[in-house]
């Protein structure tokens, strides 16, 4: 019931624009059948072909073939459960039917989310972030152990470590999240704000 949902929102079509690297604008359109550069192995001649009366492709190169759904799952390197958790969510498929506005705006989040893990290691970045925030944990609670005077720090730092402590720890959690679509944006929190605590902890150690 679920995957046939999923199915009856997302066409081949619109899969292949939203959550792949796949230019169909660069494409000659063709209306059952349209030959295109494989994403999942160096495609120098179009090897996919995106059957768009059956919403499937195939890559007679030998990557396999499949539906909508087993693109985005190959595309975003998630199990089937993660994948069709991903798509309900963005199809606005668990919780009622959302705006046009919220919609959109999924979908260029994921084409954007998609776009990164095809240009970086996505699992090596979270890895390096959860390094990076346990270390700066860490160094706060030793760091703090090592007060004696209150009167010797100023009050906006001790604030703003006071309150680092619980977002390191929320965002620990959440790049350990199996939830693809938890971890993508806790990264972006992160990168945002590492800087900052790191250029705030530098201070303390002046």
């Known amino acids: 019931m679920t995957i046939s949902r999923i199915k009856a929102s997302l066409s081949i079509k619109t899969a292949v ?3 792949t690297n796949i230019d169909l604008k660069r494409y000659r359109n063709r209306q059952k059948q349209l030959n295109v550069n494989c994403p999942f192995h160096k495609d120098r001649n179009p090897s996919l072909t995106l059957y768009f009366h059956t919403d499937s492709w195939y890559c007679h190169a030998g990557c396999g073939g499949g539906d909508q759904i087993e693109l985005v799952k190959r595309s975003f ?10 798509l309900m969510k963005d ?10 506005r919220v919609r959109e705006t999924k979908q260029l989040t994921y084409s954007r989310a998609h776009n990164h893990m095809l ?3 996505f699992d090596k970045e979270v890895g390096e972030a959860l390094l990076n925030l346990n270390d700066i944990k860490n160094k706060i609670i030793s760091w ?5 005077s ?9 604030y703003y ?3 680092l402590k619980p977002k390191i720890e929320k965002w620990s959690e959440e790049l350990s999240s199996d939830d693809y679509e938890i971890q993508y944006f806790s990264l972006l929190e992160v990168k945002i704000n590492f800087k900052e605590a790191l250029d705030t902890w530098l201070k303390t150690t002046k």
């Open 161 to 163: 470590l006071y309150h």
């Open 150 to 158: 209150l009167n010797e720090i100023d009050e906006g730092l001790i």
């Open 17 to 19: 624009e939203r959550y």
């Open 77 to 86: 390197n998630l199990s089937l459960k993660q994948t069709i958790r991903m």
């Open 91 to 100: 199809l606005c498929l668990e919780k009622g039917e959302c705006n046009y």
């Open 119 to 121: 240009t970086s290691n």
């Open 144 to 148: 703090s152990k090592q007060i004696t």
